[in-house]
């Protein structure tokens, strides 16, 4: 099994920054997506940044400009820097990641129990 541990959620007022980082662990043969979802109260789960194995991203364009999404592939970690942060980026932010645990497996993907991240006005 692929295992995410998540840090860097909190409280910070607005136009601050935070930054969330996301480990993987367990058996992991490849990993070929790493990236961030957010959830906000009574809202469904979107999309916020994510990058491939070759570098390549893709982010809301509500964020685009402030998050800046980075991964080291030796490490098996993701994180994200978020910057100019405005009330509505509050949501539970999770990590996930499309893996391989072994060769010839599935491409199934991972998510993390997620972090809160509140913005105050």
């Known amino acids: 099994q692929v295992q995410l541990g998540e840090s860097g959620g909190g409280l910070v007022q607005a136009g601050g920054s935070l930054r969330l980082s996301c480990a993987a662990s367990?058996?992991?043969?490849?990993?070929?997506?790493m990236g961030w979802y957010r959830q906000a109260p009574g809202k469904q789960r979107e999309l916020v940044a994510i990058?491939?194995?070759?570098?390549?991203?893709n982010y809301a364009d509500s964020v685009k400009g402030r998050f800046t999404i980075s991964r080291d592939n030796a490490k098996n970690t993701v994180s994200m820097q978020m910057n100019s942060l405005k009330p509505e980026d509050t949501a539970v932010y999770y990590c996930c990641v499309l893996a391989l645990r072994y060769r010839g497996d599935t491409l199934k993907d991972y998510w993390g129990q997620g972090t809160q991240v509140t913005v105050s006005s």
């Open positions: 990058m491939d194995s070759g570098d390549n991203t």
């Open positions: 367990g058996r992991i043969f490849d990993i070929n997506l």
